[in-house]
């Protein structure tokens, strides 16, 4: 599979240049982004080519990973997806309803595979635990704290603009929702949503099976303070989401062999683009719970 990148941002630079220039089953055939120079720059690291004409790579390739701010990125997967490209995702899909919702149409209307990029749904440790936990029933209550310190840290995403206007919500919140949904089941009401210190918010969702979970999500965390961790409580018992011991390029790998199992067998992925509209679904719910709240 010849697949190009869209983005040349850190993430692009630290995940997924070396990821797919990695992989033995797909053909890193280019590179575009808003800053020339930098995809040239990018392409040259890693023996592909630049391109000027992000038509140009579209028609050139069989898919497209994408790591560009999410109202960037929901744009040109539509654009992509209407040219025949599978699409690897990065999250949040979108940051509103409508736009996610036009990414899943044309992905439908193309017959194009996608998988979205929830890191800890492709780590071994916390996608076995998923798996193990969702098997089980009797869950009561979940609590999920992700806690970074982007802002206040020494972070190469500190310059974010998307992340500074969107906050912890759009950016760690995508992470919680991708754990707690398969376990739980899906969101049946966000119950509260609250402001903390800096860009925290506290939102509260009860679930279709019955259970409640509370999440905490922040990118202003004091660097002692920052982690993340989701423990569960129910009929079985206390059992917390595992670290991983790996990074994020093997995860993103991962993602891309998920993309091309997509691509082959007509599969969707649980991790596709409809998955990633429900999420944007349920954080554009406490996004307007908080502006409320501000009122």
Do not use: N
Request: aromatic letters at 6%; a negative charge; hydrophobic letters at 50%.
């Amino acid at each position: 599979m010849r697949i190009g990148l869209l983005g040349t941002g850190p993430w692009a630079q630290l995940v997924h240049a070396p990821a797919l220039s990695g992989h033995g089953e797909l053909d890193f055939a280019g590179v575009w982004g808003r800053r020339t120079a930098a995809a040239k720059e990018l392409a040259g690291r890693h023996g592909t080519r630049a391109y000027d004409d992000v038509d140009a790579l579209l028609a050139d390739v069989d898919a497209v990973a994408v790591a560009l701010p999410p109202d960037v990125q929901a744009d040109l997967a539509v654009r992509a997806a209407r040219a025949r490209c599978h699409l690897l995702l990065d999250k949040p899909l979108a940051v509103t309803v409508p736009q996610g919702r036009a990414v899943v149409e044309a992905v439908r209307a193309a017959g194009v595979a996608s998988v979205v990029f929830f890191t800890s749904r492709f780590h071994p440790e916390p996608k076995a635990w998923i798996a193990e936990q969702a098997g089980r029933e009797g869950w009561f209550t979940a609590r999920a704290q992700w806690l970074g310190a982007v802002f206040t840290g020494d972070s190469p995403f500190a310059a974010s603009p998307w992340r500074r206007e969107r906050g912890a919500l759009w950016d760690v919140g995508p992470h919680a929702l991708s754990v707690l949904l398969p376990v739980l089941g899906d969101v049946r009401r966000v119950a509260a949503a609250a402001h903390g210190p800096g860009d925290t918010v506290h939102v509260v969702l009860t679930h279709v099976g019955g259970a409640s979970s509370t999440l905490t999500l922040s990118l202003t965390a004091p660097p002692a303070a920052a982690g993340a961790d989701v423990e569960l409580r129910g009929e079985a018992g206390v059992t917390l989401l595992p670290e991983s011991s790996e990074g994020a390029v093997p995860a993103f790998v991962r993602a891309a062999d998920a993309l091309l199992a997509a691509a082959r067998t007509g599969r969707p992925h649980p991790c596709d683009a409809t998955f990633g509209l429900r999420v944007t679904e349920i954080l554009a719910t406490a996004e307007a719970l908080l502006a409320r709240s501000a009122d």
